[in-house]
Each structure stands twice: as structure tokens, then as C-alpha cells.
């Protein structure tokens, strides 16, 4: 807990006393589990909303118990649940719906990602929490949406990333579909979420001064992002198929293997662009070649092109690549992974990555805030805390609980 039993602590963050971001007075409150509703909560606090996070007693939040693990507490957590305030409540408890409500009263952003349904349980649905407030934005994460025949089915972003049709079309040709190396189904779904929100608060604070439900599903997102999936297929039955890392829409476009082991992406799907990789390689004549002369020719020879753009690839190492890459301005980028990218001066110069106070390991570093606000800049204040952080702050600062109930509450699990 954030303070001694005695003293009733300020209802104001202490992260109020750190720089102000754009989103400096807006309160948020995370209802939310694991990865989607959570992250987009974790957004907007980086740049200075305040965000209350709720959590289960006793259990907390999944994301708790996910690895990397050091000393028994997620690492994952610490950059999860950044820059919150971090409260235990239990929403199913009738007492505990009462002080959610408290908390509603006063928020400008409410987000959640429980299956649909739960909160209409709890009598905690849009509705009736927009009777106590009718400013409320309330953001509604889940696998497949509030409505259609699959709402009510769970929604983990594998499935969503399966259900989206992109594993369809990624990976190798002769291996399996390919799911991406992390949740990003979750990823982007926070975003769409977090944009939502400001896009919902927007409308509140200059068209009707009321706020409104906004239902954002899993896969959705990620169907929006694949832009010429349905039009192709509508127009022409195009059926997109595992390519590898090549394109059918664009040529050339792969990784490749140095003589040293490393690799560089490529991808020359403008003429220009390509022209300049064809000087670069001291083939010129492929720009005249009849199989290569633009991209709709070289997407049919594309196999024959990939295959002589490697074998160049293949006789010289990466650093040598590069260098005459960058003095041709031919677009490619070597394969990083984390050892690189920690030690690479871009990402230095750009704060990509810095050093967040921790209460448990002093300080740990993690991504930095995206993306780069000029005038009013979001920061990283701090990594994720405690389970139950601020109970004291939010409950006796904030909704006036006194600390006999407060003691109650917490002995009978409620908060």
C-alpha cells in the first residue's frame, strides 16, 4: 500500500508532480485482463492520463504470471502495467460494484475486455454506468465483438489472429500458417482501442457533451490492416497464398544472407527504388531486362530475380551490404535482435529504449514512449507496481472510504 494506516493520503497521483502529457486530467479506468484493454490503457497513460488499474485480490491480473520471471514477478508486468495506479477490487461482489461505481462517477474513459455479457451481470453494463455518468467513453475489447453469432465465444489473439485470415497468407509455402512471434493481434487491437477512445472523448468535448459505448474486437484490426484483401478477391478471386517473405503485389522484396551469417531486408517495389538496388548490385542491366522492367514483370519472374539478388548477397558480409547500401540510398535494413538493438545508436538517439524507476529492481529499462510528441511529450514514470499499490490512495483519497471500512474491505476480499 502506498502510505501508513494513520494517514489518508491526496487523491492526486504522485505522477502529477512529473511532466504533464497531452492527456494531462483525463481519468481512465482499466477494467481490464491480460493484454488488449490493458495495453490500451497503458497508452494513454504514457502520455499523462491517469490511469486507475483494477485487479483481483489475491491473484491480480494473468499478465502477472507470465514470463520472463526474475525473483518470482513478471517482467512482462513491469512494462504492462507502467505509469498506473493499481488498485484490488472485486467486481462480482455487490459492495465491490458499488465502489466501481464511485470510481465511474468521476472518469472520462472506461476500459474492459471481458467476455461480452459479464459486466450486463454485474448490472455494471454501458447503460446503467452511463445513467451515473453520462460523459463516460467506455471501451469494449473482446474476441469477436458485442454482436454477432461468435460474441459470446472466447477470444485469446491467436484465434483472432487466425480468424483475421493473415496466417493464411504468411509464411512458407510448404509449412504450415505461420503466426506471428507475439500477441500481436492484442497489440494492434490496443491501439485501434486507445484511438477510439481519444476519437470518443473528442466528439464528448466538442460535439454533444455525451459520451458512448465503443465495441472493438480482436480481429477486426487486424482485417482492417490487409488492405487489399477483399477488393482483390471481389474483383479479381485473387486468393492470397504463403509466399515466404516475398510479395505477390511487389518485387523484389526478401531477407538475405550475408557472407557472414547476417541478414538484410530489401524491398525495391517502387521503379526508382529498384533501378537504384540494380546499380547498387553492378548489374545495371537489370533495369532493362525484359523479366524485370517493372514491378508487374518482376512480380512474374520473381523467383528468377530473388534468386540472383541472393547469390550477390551471399559473397559479401553484412557491414560491407550496408555501407554501399547506404551510399547508393537503396532501401534495406540488416535482421536485428535484441543484443543488436540495445547497443544500436539510432535507437539510443531516438530514446527508443530508457530506464523506468522500479520499486523491486531499482531501475529496469524497457521501450520508451511512441510515439514522439514535440511540445508535450508522454514519459515513462515508472514500472509496474504491486498488486494492491495504491488501495489507500484511491479508496480513502479518493472515495472518501474510511480506514475502518477500509480494513473491512480488505479482510472480506473485497477491494
Known amino acids: ?133 453520462p460523459r463516460l467513453v467506455m471501451v469494449r475489447v473482446s474476441g469477436f465483438g458485442q454482436t454477432g453469432p461468435y460474441a459470446r465465444r472466447g477470444g485469446y489473439g491467436t484465434i483472432a489472429e487466425a480468424f483475421s485470415g493473415i496466417p493464411s497468407f504468411t509464411g512458407a509455402p510448404d509449412r504450415p500458417p505461420t503466426l506471428p512471434g507475439f500477441p500481436m493481434a492484442d497489440s494492434v487491437a490496443s491501439t485501434f482501442a486507445a484511438m477510439a477512445a481519444m476519437f470518443a472523448v473528442y466528439n464528448r468535448d466538442h460535439g454533444n457533451g455525451q459520451g458512448q459505448e465503443i465495441d472493438v474486437s480482436l480481429y477486426e484490426p487486424l482485417f482492417r490492416l490487409v488492405e487489399s484483401q477483399v477488393i482483390g478477391f471481389d474483383q479479381l478471386g485473387i486468393v492470397k497464398q504463403r509466399l515466404g517473405n516475398r510479395l505477390a503485389e511487389d518485387s523484389p522484396r526478401n531477407t538475405y544472407q550475408t557472407l557472414d551469417g547476417r541478414w538484410v531486408g530489401i524491398s525495391a517495389s517502387s521503379q526508382r527504388t529498384f533501378e537504384r538496388l540494380a546499380q547498387a548490385l553492378g548489374m545495371p542491366e537489370l533495369i532493362t531486362d525484359p523479366r524485370f522492367v517493372d514491378n508487374a514483370s518482376r512480380c512474374e519472374h520473381d523467383t528468377a530475380l530473388d534468386e540472383i539478388i541472393a547469390g550477390w548477397f551471399r559473397e559479401r558480409d553484412c557491414a560491407a551490404v550496408m555501407a554501399l547500401f547506404e551510399e547508393a540510398e537503396v532501401v534495406a535494413g540488416p535482421v536485428l535482435d535484441i543484443s543488436d538493438i540495445v547497443r544500436d545508436p539510432h535507437y539510443q538517439a531516438r530514446e527508443n529504449i530508457v530506464s523506468v524507476p522500479d520499486d523491486d529492481f531499482g531501475q529496469v529499462r524497457m521501450q520508451g514512449v511512441v510515439p514522439r510528441f514535440l511540445d508535450t511529450p508522454g514519459e515513462v514514470r515508472h514500472a509496474g507496481r504491486a498488486l494492491g499499490a495504491d488501495n489507500r490512495e484511491i479508496y480513502q483519497g479518493l472515495l472518501g472510504v474510511s480506514p475502518q471500512e477500509f480494513d473491512a474491505l480488505t479482510a472480506q476480499g473485497v477491494i
Open 1 to 133: 500500500m502506498s502510505s501508513s494506516p494513520e494517514t489518508v493520503p491526496s487523491a492526486e497521483p504522485a505522477a502529477a508532480l512529473s511532466r504533464k502529457g497531452p492527456l494531462a486530467g483525463l481519468r481512465v479506468i482499466d477494467a481490464g485482463n491480460m493484454i488488449a484493454g490493458p495495453l490500451a490503457a497503458t497508452q494513454m497513460a504514457d502520455f499523462g492520463a491517469d490511469v486507475i488499474k483494477l485487479e483481483l485480490p489475491g491473484s491480480g491480473d494473468s499478465m502477472r504470471h507470465w514470463t520472463p520471471m526474475k525473483e518470482g514477478l513478471s517482467l512482462w508486468w513491469k512494462v504492462i502495467a507502467r505509469n498506473k495506479r493499481l488498485i484490488t477490487l472485486t467486481l462480482s461482489n455487490p459492495r465491490g460494484q458499488e465502489l466501481f461505481r464511485e470510481l465511474i462517477r468521476e472518469a472520462d474513459v472506461l476500459i474492459e475486455n471481458y467476455r461480452p455479457g459479464t459486466f450486463e451481470r454485474w448490472g455494471l453494463g454501458y447503460d446503467e454506468l452511463a445513467r451515473i455518468n
